[in-house]
């Protein structure tokens, strides 16, 4: 299959074969192109088999057999409880807390770890605020390689920590924020044969753009409206897109959905820079949220989400750590879908901009929850009440259940 890497900022090529993560003449991010009018598509196969990240391998830029542990094939699911709260007519999830670590990053990790292995690279690293890491461990267990991870100390959820742990991940808790982890790790792999497995890295954005794939095949090749996500450090937005972009340049479906990025307040450099109109982010020293998955100040994606929420005439929108909660609570009380904080910023979101206007509510919405329940047991015990102790005898536990008068 013939690609190469791109520079978006000054145009220059790379072949597959350089390890290079940004551009080495002006740092700029690099993308993957393709000739789309040499690949093949099987339509019947496209048309009947089960949604998988492989199932659309002709679209990756992969050679060898990959490193799979059944990752995406994630539920789509119709939700008529909570489009009824929010108002909307039709509202689908996309619960990617189904895939094997319970996030979207392994979509990216199956793609990058197969890569490191193509390049002949040993050892992979990278930096995380939890779920990268744990995507990273198994993919790198599963190939056999040593993984190196680099964390904030004590800002990773729980559940994260241990899937990092387990798989036998090398984890290092770093006296830092992300950001701090991000350029130390970023050094680490520029002194020694290791291989980066940042979203920086543009091959983890290609497995991820399957998203968009996946939820353009789940509705029957038709593309939602708009899509609503939180955002991070800006891959997944930046990756969907592309899905959905390809998927037209192939003519298997005819229009882009409208890329809505939802941040948290503590934490919203994207955000800040579309109300204002600037061409890049201000960085933010500080960020905070409950929701960890996003308490990025600095997205090393920004340039190319904003390029994708710009030109898909979508938008993007913060919302305060309250509004995540009591999103949290809704997916998992009128749909019985578990996400972490960070997930449940989409539906928040979604509230929010159908409230001010911006979201029709005639529109065809899908917003992503990109990470389970179970990754940030923590947050949980803290936000709902507490289990209720009871002795032992069942007039104790009708007292319990229906008060004193039964
Ligand atoms: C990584 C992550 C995000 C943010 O994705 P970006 O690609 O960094 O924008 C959001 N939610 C969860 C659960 C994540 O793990
Ligand atoms: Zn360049």
């Excluded at 619960?95 to 996030?103: A, D, R, V, W």
């Excluded at 520029?190 to 497995?197: A, F, G, T, V």
Aim: aromatic residues 6%; contains cysteine; glycine residues 10%.
């Amino acid at each position: 299959m013939y690609y190469y890497l791109k520079c978006i900022e000054c145009g220059a090529e790379y072949s597959k074969d350089e390890v290079i993560y940004t551009c080495s003449k002006c740092d700029g991010l690099l993308d993957v192109i393709y000739d789309y009018s040499s690949i093949e598509l099987d339509m019947e196969k496209l048309k009947t088999e089960c949604p998988s990240v492989w199932k659309y391998a002709k679209l990756l830029p992969i050679e060898r057999e990959p490193v799979t542990i059944r990752e995406g094939g994630t539920p789509l699911y119709k939700c008529d409880r909570l489009a009824e709260k929010i108002g909307i007519k039709e509202l689908y999830v996309k619960h990617e807390g189904m895939n094997p670590t319970g996030s979207f990053k392994d979509r990216g990790m199956t793609v990058g770890v197969t890569k490191a292995l193509e390049l002949g690279m040993k050892t992979v690293a990278c930096a995380s605020t939890g779920n990268t890491s744990a995507a990273l461990a198994i993919y790198g267990a599963k190939a056999g390689i040593p993984v190196i991870v680099l964390l904030p100390a004590g800002k990773v959820a729980l559940g994260k920590i241990a899937q990092a742990l387990m798989h036998g991940a090398k984890v290092l808790s770093i006296r830092g924020n992300f950001d701090d982890a991000l350029a130390l790790v970023r050094t680490l792999c520029s002194q020694e044969k290791i291989y980066l497995l940042n979203s920086i890295n543009p091959y983890r954005l290609e497995g991820q753009k399957t998203i968009g794939f996946e939820i353009a095949d789940q509705l029957g090749f038709r593309v939602p409206d708009r899509i609503v996500l939180p955002v991070g450090n800006a891959g997944n937005i930046t990756a969907i897109y592309k899905g959905f972009r390809e998927f037209k340049i192939l003519g298997i479906t005819d229009s882009l959905p409208k890329m809505t990025g939802i941040q948290a307040e503590g934490s919203c450099p994207i955000v800040k820079a579309i109300k204002s109109g600037a061409p890049e982010i201000t960085p933010e020293d500080n960020p905070e949220t409950v929701a960890t998955a996003i308490r990025i100040g600095n997205p090393v994606n920004a340039k190319k989400a904003l390029s994708a929420i710009r030109e898909s005439g979508g938008t993007a929108e913060s919302v305060t750590d309250e509004e995540i909660l009591e999103a949290q609570k809704d997916l998992a009380r009128l749909e019985g879908i578990g996400v972490e904080p960070a997930s449940a910023a989409s539906v928040a979101g979604l509230r929010k901009l159908v409230e001010m206007g911006v979201i029709g509510r005639d529109e065809t919405v899908v917003c992503i929850t990109t990470g389970h329940l179970l990754k940030d047991p923590q947050t949980v015990i803290e936000v709902c009440e507490e289990p209720t102790v009871v002795d032992a005898n069942i007039e104790s536990i009708r007292k319990a259940i229906f008060g004193n008068n039964k």
